[in-house]
């Protein structure tokens, strides 16, 4: 995480009650959050709480097992990150179990529920931002008006700035490391790039510091959702 980070400052939207998104599998029980309520406003690091705490109170539920090491990055036979693709980029399991008969199978926690808002649309210096309905461990960020390399440059440079190689980070009460866990690579869209995201256990923080690591890199238009 980085030491130091820029925060929105009070960009309000409307949202209301999470509802079930439907269509996942789940691994452990779950609390019903459907009948969760929101209030009527949040600024935007509100809003993004809010929409993390559903999948992050999973995710805690597997950190409360005795028999699970939570948010393990994959690591090759010597220690050292597995990575993938072009861009090397490591990634995290959600748990691994560590007894019975799935004792070293590393298992997913899929979110059960979508925080329902408004889209909403606001100017974050020079760029347009949106942000829709999202879930928590599967965001899609778009972003236009830059080239590849600043492109690639600024969704690396975040992600490996939240990712915590050295696994250093001290976990929080809930259990928890405040880490992402995948980055796709950026794929070409019509008007600019496009990535997926598993944020895993990073606070809303490190949303904002993506969208403020765009614009730095030229970014003019920028959805999440």
């Known amino acids: 995480m980085p030491s130091k980070y820029r925060t929105i400052v009070a960009v309000p ?4 009650p999470s509802f079930d ?15 969760l309520t929101r209030p009527a406003k949040m600024t935007v690091s509100e809003l ?38 072009p861009l090397a980029l490591p990634c995290r399991a959600d748990f691994v179990h560590t007894g019975g008969e799935s004792a070293g199978q590393p298992a997913m926690v899929d979110s059960n ?23 928590w461990d599967w965001v ?23 990712f915590d190689t050295d696994d250093a980070r001290v976990p929080a009460e809930d259990g928890l490391h405040g880490v992402v866990h995948y980055l796709s690579e950026p794929v070409r869209t019509e008007h600019g790039w496009q990535v997926n995201a598993d944020l895993g256990s990073a606070p809303g923080a490190a949303v904002e510091d993506l969208l403020f690591r765009l614009v730095d890199a030229g970014a003019t238009r920028i959805v999440l959702g």
């Open 140 to 162: 899609t960020v778009e972003a236009d008006g830059f080239d590849e390399a600043a492109a690639t440059d600024a969704f690396k440079a975040w992600f490996f700035a939240w």
């Open 113 to 135: 529920a979508q925080l329902d808002f408004e889209p909403f649309a606001f100017e974050l210096d020079t760029a347009a931002v949106s942000i829709r309905p999202f879930v």
């Open 21 to 35: 998104a439907g269509g996942t599998t789940h691994h452990l029980s779950v609390i019903d959050v459907r009948n």
């Open 13 to 16: 939207c409307r949202c209301g």
């Open 48 to 85: 993004l709480s809010a929409i993390r705490q559903p999948y992050a109170d999973l995710l805690a539920q597997a950190a409360a097992q005795p028999v699970a090491v939570v948010e393990p990055a994959y690591r090759k036979a010597d220690g050292t990150l597995a990575t993938e693709g």
